[in-house]
């Protein structure tokens, strides 16, 4: 594999680090080919938020803090991607929410499963749920690989973290009575539409700014049920989809690029 050196002052040097990120990843089977396409898709909607977390993933971030901090069971679901990006940041929040870390994938193979959970490991999880044998019941209605899962872990869960997720299965979480947070670049898509929480911001920026949140909520109980029962989530995603509108409209009157000034010297 050849490792391609990024100037630091290149004016999308952090965008080339993380793609470099997730290509390493892919070549040690930890990240699947179509999760390359779906970053490149959540990446478009990133530069039209401006690559930065709005007011809206703020308040959605501290509803997701309240929610997990208040949860019975809840557990963290993770993918090839967020293992690849955020896997330390992961571990993290597991801890300060008492959570349970639990492999579940799309593109599902003992192996990618595996390497998964070894690098959970090496970010210092204890225990890492879904892997193999151990996904041996499953989500209804759910066609997918994604339906199974593990009945200590996402069967029994009152509220779910789905990073990166696809539609079908928040909506079959939902169905079952779950609580389902979901990271999701794309306001319109079904799973930020179908969640209870839906974090619009990419999941470098928000799962860091989640363990923060939840870390600074964990002694307030009383604060994370007012947050909760303030928070809307179609207005919030409303207000997301609102901001795009306005920033687009913004950049086609002054005739800029939607990203970062010198996009055009891409490497």
């Known amino acids: ?9 290149h004016p999308r040097a952090e965008s080339l680090r993380i793609r470099e990120k997730l290509v390493e990843h892919y070549h040690k089977g930890v990240v699947a080919t179509a999760g390359l396409i779906a970053h490149g898709r959540g990446e478009a909607f990133d530069y039209m938020l401006g690559e930065k977390t709005t007011k809206p993933a703020l308040n959605a971030i501290k509803a997701a803090a309240a929610t997990l901090l208040t949860a019975e069971k809840p557990v963290i679901s993770v993918n090839g991607n967020t293992a690849a990006l955020v896997a330390e940041e992961i571990v993290r929040l597991a801890n300060v929410a008492k959570a349970k870390i639990e492999v579940n994938l799309f593109y599902r193979s003992l192996e990618r499963e595996l390497k998964i959970k070894e690098l959970l490991e090496k970010a210092g999880a204890d225990e890492v749920l ?37 539609g079908d299965r928040t909506e079959a ?9 979901a990271i999701d670049l794309n306001p319109l898509s079904r799973t930020a539409q179908k969640a209870t929480i839906t974090i619009v911001d990419n999941v470098v920026r928000a799962t860091p700014k989640l363990v923060e949140t939840a870390e600074k909520l964990k002694q307030d109980l009383k604060k994370c049920h007012e947050i909760l029962l303030n928070f809307d989530n179609k207005k919030n995603l409303a ?22 000034e010198d996009e055009k010297h891409e490497l």
């Open 1 to 9: 594999m050849t490792i391609i050196k990024i100037p630091p002052e």
């Open 130 to 166: 879904g892997v193999g044998e151990d996904a041996s019941a499953k989500i209804p209605e759910l066609q997918s690989e994604r339906r199974r899962v593990d009945p200590r872990g996402i069967l029994v869960a009152d509220v779910v973290l789905v990073p990166l997720e696809d």
């Open 173 to 181: 979480l939902v169905r079952m009575g779950k609580k389902v947070i």
């Open 239 to 260: 207000e997301s989809i609102t901001l795009i509108k306005e920033r687009l409209s913004r950049l086609a009157e002054k005739g800029e690029y939607l990203t970062l």
